[in-house]
C-alpha cells in the first residue's frame, strides 16, 4: 500500500505565491517519477510539471519561468513552487508519482488566484 499526502494550497492574490508538498509514505521500492497535474472547471486534467527518477524536469508552457519542480528522495516528497501566479492557475493541483511502476494520486488541492 501507497499513500500520498498532499498540503499547500489555498487562497492568493495575483502574483503572489505557493508551495505544493506531496509526501508518499508506505511499500515503496522505487519511486519512478513524480509530477504536478491540475485541473480546472470545465476542463481537463493537465500535466503541469514533472521530474524524472534521473532528474530531468519538464513544464507545461503556461508555467515556464514561473513554477518550479524539486524532490526531496529521502522524504519521497515532491514540492511545486509556484510564483507570479495568474488567475488562470486557479485549479485543483494533483501530484502523481509513479512508484514500483505503478500510478498514484494525491487527493487533490485547491489552488484559488485572485485578481
Known amino acids: 500500500q501507497v499513500q500520498l499526502v498532499e498540503s499547500g494550497g489555498g487562497l492568493v492574490q495575483a502574483g503572489g505565491s505557493l508551495r505544493l508538498s506531496c509526501a508518499a509514505s508506505?511499500?515503496?521500492?522505487?519511486?519512478?517519477?513524480m509530477g504536478w497535474h491540475r485541473q480546472a472547471p470545465g476542463k481537463q486534467r493537465e500535466l503541469v510539471a514533472a521530474?524524472?527518477?534521473?532528474?530531468?524536469?519538464n513544464y507545461a508552457d503556461s508555467v515556464k519561468g514561473r513554477f518550479t519542480i524539486s524532490r526531496d528522495t529521502t522524504k519521497n516528497t515532491v514540492y511545486l513552487q509556484m510564483d507570479s501566479l495568474k488567475p488562470e492557475d486557479t485549479a485543483v493541483y494533483y501530484c502523481?508519482?509513479?512508484?514500483?511502476?505503478?500510478?498514484?494520486w494525491g487527493q487533490g488541492t485547491q489552488v484559488t488566484v485572485s485578481s
Open positions: 502523481k508519482l509513479v512508484i514500483n511502476w505503478h500510478d498514484y
Open positions: 508506505g511499500s515503496i521500492r522505487n519511486i519512478n517519477g
Open positions: 521530474v524524472t527518477s534521473g532528474g530531468v524536469t
